[in-house]
């Protein structure tokens, strides 16, 4: 397998266009688009549904790039394996459910390679079921979240702060709305979400567990396309719509509280590199970006 193709379908994965995939490699978009369907053919499964307007992630390749970029890591840090042990710096596992720290992200990994230059990034995907028990047991070293509350165990650094919307079907009534009340969506139906524990998520409350005949959607990337499946309605962050845009839904604010996306790590874990990921938390919630602020630091 080709250790490029790999990159190419890691970095389209996060562009979800192949234009600007293949710019971020410096080829032109059909060789680009060539190379990706050679991997496809090689691995057997689609891992990109096309269409005309939008490019979007299979369920085999969600799971695909996750451990192609967990292969990337590892391949990366490869030339610090000839350094004499007490040098090397280990590796820092994130979780990251959704899109993460969103525009943030470059200046968290130069944040951390600031102060710890050889360190090398594994990232794991995370679900709304699993992102805070990835943390507490130890499969990650840190989670970006979503912030909800306290968990015992825990500790959280607020990081980003994106305004509610209301993902709609682009037929709704609602669709052309400039904003929206919750008197506006109280008796639409709505997309269940799954949730870490029993009961009504502490963000989205009733809404987010409402009866449906589907399962319970688990990633934030699924639920545009939910809504456009089931022309149920759905709650998200606004950022929402740069990161998992769709033909065929509309992203409208509304009332109620923001999302807040934190840095979680282990309370009791006092190693350098949690540390490290703790400060260099804590310095991006300085920073201000359109539709995102910044938050403060919390402890369970």
Known sequence: MDIRELRFAVTLAEELHFGRAARRHYISAQPFGRRIQRLEREVGVLLFKRTSRRVTVTAAGERFIS??????ATIDALPEAGRPQDVRQPALIIGVLGFGLAELWPRFVHLVRDRLPSCAFV???????????????NR?????????????GLAFERVLISPRVAVVPAQSEFADAEHLSVEDLDHQRWVSVACPHAGPSPWAGRWGSAPSETPPVRTPAALPDAVAATGRFALHAAAAARFYPHPDVRFIPMDGAPCEIAVATRAADRRPVTETVRQSARLLSALRMPCVTAGNALMS
């Open 67 to 72: 451990q192609a970029r967990s292969i990337l």
């Open 140 to 152: 990650v070293d840190a989670g970006v979240v979503h912030y909800t509350g306290p968990v015992e």
């Open 123 to 137: 990232y794991e995907d995370l679900d709304f079921v699993d992102q805070y028990d990835a943390v507490r047991e």
